[in-house]
């Protein structure tokens, strides 16, 4: 039985995301050519979700959640059709930095017009759990409402958290996901210092020529209901969050364990609790940065457990950057919708294989597959690692 538990069903997308506002404009926007420098979300009215009092007073990252929340919530039907219990309703939304753009901001106003000038709503704009805090008093639901923040894992472990709530029985539905908005002078500048960025601007995973990721910004999030749940109110039923792990490298603080250990030792933990083979997956949604060391020691994670070239390989970053602890939210949503689409997103940027990457990475055009079960992965500084297998629904 999957997680062990009860199964969990996912009825609602919402995506905000530099190629697209919205699950449809979204997916286009994956199967487009990217274009270089930093992947910024462009017009974002955080007034389509939010009255112009409320959306002054929360942090970019937090209007994301808000809206990608509200679009998963709408996608599943509406508030009133999930007809849940408040008690029975959960919300983890995770992230990477928070309110980052809220406390630069006022930094610069403490240092230019002193202590007394500095907002008295810097505190709750900039903490990371007032995503997930303004979605919960917004729907009502007085579950869990909580965040993980394990830096670029954050959104898979985000909607890993999520589906346990469900799985364990703490609650009947929950909205799993993560935000991100740390497009920041001083985010590039430590980013690029420690020789993590692209020198071109531009994003190729798993590709030869690749020379570092491009940040990016933007937020994913899921409706996760227990199935039983779902089926009674005759939800539409995307797909299943089958299993998921998390684990450490306990190795280095940015460098991933030698030949991709941790991360191997984590995907097959996740097979694991979804009982299946390593032969049962049609398709990896992988984290897939640009950087040399990451994008090898992933290969040499997925060779180590699948073989080669093993299933097809695809890194949506190419056209989204790397959203850092957003980046798993996005792509679960990415991966969902390959499911319901029968078809895998390219990895736009690769064109040149790595010798050293034996994989099969779908690029070019989208490939078409026969939907079953997909694993979707995210690794994160300080050696954090998740994975969650999402499988097509079946009765």
């Keep these: 039985m999957p997680y062990k538990g009860r199964r969990v069903a996912v009825t609602g997308l919402g995506v905000v995301a530099c190629c697209g506002i919205g699950t449809e404009e979204f997916w286009e926007g ?22 112009p009092k ?43 930095f928070g309110g ?16 007394e000038r500095v907002s008295p709503f810097l505190i709750p704009m900039l903490m990371a759990n007032s995503a997930p805090a303004a979605v919960s008093m917004r729907l009502g639901w007085r579950g869990p409402s909580e965040n993980v923040v394990t ?21 009947d539905i929950a909205i799993g996901g993560a935000s991100e908005a740390s497009l920041e002078e001083i985010t590039r500048a430590g980013f690029g210092n420690m020789m993590a960025l692209s020198s071109d601007g531009m ?35 995307y797909a299943e969050i089958s299993g998921a792990a998390s684990n450490a490298d306990a190795f280095h ?25 390593p032969g049962d997956i049609g398709q990896i949604n992988a984290h897939g940065t640009s950087t040399p060391l990451n994008d ?20 949506t970053k190419g056209v989204t950057g790397h959203t850092l602890g957003a980046a798993g939210a996005i792509e679960a949503v990415a991966t969902v919708l390959s499911i319901d689409k029968a078809l895998i997103p390219p990895t736009q940027g690769f064109e040149e294989a ?41 009765e």
Excluded at 160 to 166: D, F, N, T
Excluded at 204 to 232: M, Y
């Design 151 to 171: 830096a670029c894992a954050a959104g898979t472990h985000g909607v890993g958290a999520a589906a346990r709530l469900i799985a364990s029985g703490r609650v």
């Design 54 to 96: 409320e959306a002054r007073r929360l942090d970019r990252f937090a209007q994301f959640g808000v809206a990608v929340s509200s679009m998963a919530v709408d996608d599943a039907g509406g508030l009133e059709a999930l007809e849940v219990d408040p008690d029975k309703a959960g919300v983890v939304i995770s992230t990477g």
């Design 253 to 277: 603080i940015t460098q991933p364990s030698p030949n991709g250990t941790g991360a191997a030792s984590c995907m097959a933990l996740a097979l694991a609790d979804a009982e299946l083979e």
């Design 100 to 115: 980052l753009h809220t406390l630069m901001e006022q930094v610069d106003v403490l240092k230019e017009k002193g202590p």
């Design 30 to 51: 994956l199967n487009r050519p990217q274009v270089a420098g930093d992947r910024v979300v462009g017009d974002f009215d955080p007034s389509a979700w939010l009255g």
């Design 296 to 315: 090898l020691a992933e290969g040499q994670a997925i060779a180590k457990v699948f073989g080669t070239p093993g299933p097809p390989v695809t890194s």
């Design 354 to 394: 790595d010798p050293e990457i034996g994989l099969d990475i779908v690029h070019g055009s989208a490939r078409p597959w026969s939907p079953g079960h997909a694993l979707s992965s995210s690794f994160g500084f300080g050696g954090h690692n998740g994975c969650l297998i999402i499988s097509a629904y079946h």
């Design 203 to 237: 994003s190729r995973p798993f590709d030869a020529r690749r020379t570092g990721f491009v940040v990016g910004e933007g937020a994913g999030a899921l409706v996760l209901e227990e199935l039983g749940h779902a089926l009674e109110r005759g939800a539409h039923i």
